[in-house]
């Protein structure tokens, strides 16, 4: 019984450290979904931009096949949200067609860089013309799911 007594007192600690720790990188789980023209999209990167520059730190995440992403601040582990405050939301989905080496590249468009196709429009790509207005990302978990609705209009 006395052994019993003294483990679970050097357990305590141990226990009361897993999960109920302070994050050391003040972030908060964010998680969300992105639709374009009404259906999941995959392969879209989203980036939260502080609005107070202060110690804020920007997040980012790209969605998945069913639209769903979640963000991760600069220097913290992967999906582990963001510092709370305001942020505004930019997306992008591009690609750029590669050949063997830059050289190859330039030779294939004659001297050009490579055409950029947007799989979603530029405007999202810009906090000034995105049309989106800013999230707050809250201390509290259950307030931090974001769902966009991008269109091609």
């Known amino acids: ?3 019993t007594l003294i ?3 050097l357990l305590v600690p141990f226990f009361a450290g897993c999960g109920g720790q302070d994050n050391p990188f003040g972030t908060v789980y964010v998680e969300g979904t992105v639709t374009f023209d009404g259906q999941p999209i995959d ?7 502080p609005r107070d520059e202060g110690e804020q730190l920007s997040a980012g995440g790209v969605t ?7 963000v991760t601040a600069g220097g913290s582990p992967a999906g582990s949200g963001a510092r709370p405050g305001m942020y505004d939301v930019t997306f992008s989905k591009i690609s750029i067609p590669r050949g ?3 050289e190859e590249d330039m030779m294939m468009y004659g001297g ?3 055409p950029t196709t947007f799989h979603i ?3 999202y790509g810009n906090v000034r013309t995105s049309g989106l207005e800013p999230i707050v990302v809250d201390t509290n978990r259950r307030n931090n799911v974001f769902n966009f609705a991008l269109t091609s209009e």
Do not use: H, Q, W, Y
């Open 43 to 49: 392969g879209v990167s989203i980036t939260l931009i």
């Open 1 to 3: 019984m006395r052994i």
């Open 112 to 114: 050009r860089r490579p």
């Open 100 to 102: 063997a080496s830059p």
């Open 7 to 9: 483990i679970a007192i």
């Open 121 to 123: 429009p530029e405007r």
């Open 64 to 70: 998945d096949a069913n639209g769903k992403f979640t």
